[in-house]
């Protein structure tokens, strides 16, 4: 998935970035390296310590005030040492993409366990964040597939009291929806068992976009023929593929491990902690800065967006890494993280990667079942 890069990255880059020579390049390469692990700014004596290069700390500081004159680095105070600007950041994470200089997560300590894909989509997407936020040791998000996009594979009705029902959709990605509905009318177990058919018969490797506009088709054409029976398959259907009526547990996006993003961070100010909660606890709210974000990814892409790039003022201070997970080469939804500035990212992309990559040839398995 590092085919491309976001090209937020191409943007960013001036005509200084590109010639950039290896040995800026290693400074500031050591000084992210060193703050990432530290916190705290980095100074040339430090830097000394760290280069292999047989540089003196009077050279690094020459580099470093040259690097801090082309914008990628900045000093928070006069007697400190500096610190990488988000365009330094950006710099920094495009050489690690374009020179695939990643951590290695080995598939053997990925511990996600994905027999959940064929149960509920809620427990399978649940886990999925709680596990990428645990392993990260950062905020988890996962964004669900567009309901309107699920293609149905088969439909059960379950007859209860009082004239509820059952309704278990199992979808052709391998995961199964349930919710109960209640028509308007009583329906006999045999008219309920012939609804059923009508609706696997043909609407089956349909989405359900596909089937609402084929259910307003079916009243178009059958309006002059309408029996009892058949508008009572309509209601029925109009109510099982209403994403207004929820199935069980469905949630558009999943974001588990904000006090970890909390705790990684340096927020001394209570009223700004007191927005970014605020922020997290409405999914509208960040599903829209996503949405602002991603209408530039290409699905091939893992999506970097580091800082002042985030169309939030509230989460300049963070960096999001997202990955898409695909079914039958079609995006079906992303997962990442959501993170400090100063994250560990050639740990973090190659785990967002390989994640992202085992559920889709997870779809992939499941969707040939």
Not at 82 to 97: E, I, N, S
Not at 116 to 145: N, Q
Not at 267 to 294: W, Y
Request: aromatic letters at 8%; a negative charge; hydrophobic letters at 40%.
């Amino acid at each position: 998935m590092f085919n491309n890069i976001n090209n937020k990255s191409v943007e960013s880059m001036g005509e200084k970035s590109a010639r950039m020579k290896q040995r800026e390049f290693t400074i500031l390469e050591s000084l992210i390296n060193s703050y990432i692990e530290s916190g705290e700014p980095i100074g040339s004596r430090t830097l000394s310590k760290i280069i292999s290069l047989s540089m003196s700390p009077a050279t690094i500081r020459n580099i470093m005030a040259d690097l801090e004159e082309y914008g990628y680095l900045y000093q928070p105070h006069t007697s400190a040492g500096r610190l990488p600007t988000d365009k330094g950041f950006r710099y920094y994470v495009d050489r690690l993409l374009s020179n695939r200089k990643l951590s290695s997560v080995g598939e053997e300590n990925i511990k996600l366990n994905l027999s959940k894909i064929d149960t509920d989509m809620g427990d399978f997407f649940g886990h999925v964040s709680e596990y990428l936020s645990e392993a990260s040791g950062e905020a988890a998000i996962v964004l669900t597939p567009d309901f309107e996009t699920i293609k149905l594979k088969n439909i059960n009705f379950v007859k209860l009291s009082e004239g509820r029902i059952v309704v278990i959709v199992e979808s052709e990605s391998g995961f199964v929806y349930d919710k109960i509905i209640k028509p308007d009318y009583s329906i006999n177990a045999v008219d309920l068992n012939t609804i059923q058919n009508y609706i696997n018969s043909n609407f089956c490797h349909h989405s359900i976009s596909d089937i609402k506009k084929k259910l307003i088709s079916i009243i178009e054409e059958e309006k002059n023929h309408y029996d009892n029976l058949l508008m009572k398959t309509v209601n029925i259907a109009n109510r099982v593929f209403d994403k207004e009526i929820e199935m069980k547990h469905f949630e558009d996006l999943y974001i588990r491990g904000t006090s970890r993003m909390l705790n990684n961070i340096e927020v001394k100010d209570i009223e700004t902690m007191k927005e970014l909660l605020s922020s997290f606890e409405r999914k509208s709210h960040i599903l829209e800065i996503l949405n602002l974000i991603l209408e530039d990814w290409q699905k091939d892409d893992i999506y970097i967006c580091i800082g002042t790039e985030i169309p939030e003022d509230i989460l300049s201070r963070f960096s999001i890494i997202a990955a898409p997970y695909l079914l039958k080469e079609d995006v079906f939804g992303f997962l990442g993280v959501i993170g400090p500035k100063r994250m560990n990212y050639k740990f973090i992309i190659s785990l967002v990667n390989q994640i992202a990559q085992r559920i889709t040839d997870a779809f992939h398995v499941s969707s040939r079942k």
